[in-house]
């Protein structure tokens, strides 16, 4: 099984590098070894990595039922501590799993999943767990709206990599801290903290977290009032992820475009709303009605102010109530509030 695990290094690799593309074809091949030749703790490696593989590579359906066949196979085995190049497989899956959720649609579900799979990181006599834990499931309390866990957590991720140093982690904190003071209304920090982590994000190669760093940066400049910026920023970081084929943060990227769009001095409506339409686009394919639903309040409020109410109700109205849950995240509030005044 050395190749398998040649493999299994590959994909961490290329998925590091922001190769979503690359890495789920090599999981793909783990797959097919583990199925022929490995042990049952291989197989469900090799779930678990297809599972994150699928995620970053922008199949939500597909990464939920190799992560489901992940548990059930480790189950089977009576829960084992499964470990491949420091990497603890059964934490990573968690973490997955909660943004797996969140994207299909069942936010609570998935807070609840991710905080209690930090808190146990916490506690791990690992010192990279915790790291990897909050560097990869902070985003999901992001995604909510949830500032004051994500705050929490990110601080704490701060003080760790202090500690026990690894230059990834530290720069994806610094990204995240970044992204934070923006959501909570500090974009000339946020601004600073962006612009450090993109340059040690790009100095150590650790492209599967760039395109995130760079649409928080251009929202943040964009609300300080730094357009052209702002947009030079998003078109780069969206014509970038399409270039490298990152499916997965095409829906972010091109919601964000739209509102920039939108708060320029002359406001583009038209490109704004083209940019929605291609952000939900991209998140229907995906199966992400999370992202869905961040693309699609923006532009429900938008064709409200156009005098198109109809149009809005039936864009976001199906959306909405395609959430297993409707509670958890400052979307569907917004979401809700905006469906009963049109009704």
């Not at 709206?145 to 026990?164: K, M």
């Not at 609300?223 to 997965?248: H, L, N, P, V």
Request: net charge negative.
């Amino acid at each position: 099984m050395t190749r398998f695990r040649l493999l299994a290094g590959l994909n961490s690799f290329l998925t590091t590098l922001g190769d979503f593309e690359g890495g789920l074809a090599t999981a793909k091949r783990c797959g097919i070894i583990a199925d022929r030749i490995g042990a049952l703790s291989d197989r469900v490696i090799a779930e678990w990595m297809l599972a994150a593989s699928y995620h970053t590579g922008g199949d939500q359906a597909a990464a939920m039922t190799h992560c489901e066949r992940g548990f059930a196979l480790e189950a089977e085995i009576g829960h084992p501590e499964i470990r491949l190049f420091g990497y603890d497989h059964h934490l990573r899956a968690e973490l997955a799993l909660s943004r797996i959720l969140w994207l299909k649609g069942s936010p609570a579900r998935a807070c609840r999943l991710v905080l209690e799979t930090m808190e146990g990181a916490a506690l791990s006599s690992l010192h990279g767990d915790y790291s990897m834990a909050a560097a990869n499931g902070v985003a999901v309390l992001l995604w909510s709206g949830n500032t004051r866990d994500s705050g929490t957590h990110i601080d704490r991720l701060i003080a760790h990599v202090e500690t026990h140093p690894f230059k990834l982690n530290a720069a994806a904190a610094l990204a995240l801290k970044g992204e934070w003071l923006v959501m909570v209304g500090e974009p000339l920090a946020g601004i600073s903290a962006l612009q450090e982590a993109l340059k040690m994000l790009n100095r150590e190669q650790f492209q599967m977290v760039v395109p995130g760093a760079a649409r928080a940066l251009a929202d943040g400049l964009a609300q300080s009032g730094q357009y052209r910026e702002a947009q030079t920023m998003i078109d780069e970081a969206t014509s970038s992820a399409e270039r490298m084929g990152q499916k997965f943060w095409l829906p972010d990227l091109y919601r964000t475009k739209g509102e920039i769009n939108l708060k320029a001095p002359s406001p583009d409506v038209e490109a704004a709303e083209q940019a929605f339409l291609v952000s939900i686009k991209h998140a229907g394919e995906q199966g992400a009605i999370g992202w869905e639903l961040k693309a699609a309040i923006p532009l429900a409020r938008l064709l409200i102010g156009l005098e198109r109410g109809a149009d809005a109700l039936a864009l976001l109205a199906p959306i909405y109530e395609a959430h297993s849950e409707r509670t958890g995240t400052t979307d569907l509030a917004d979401a809700k509030s905006i469906l009963e005044s049109l009704r």
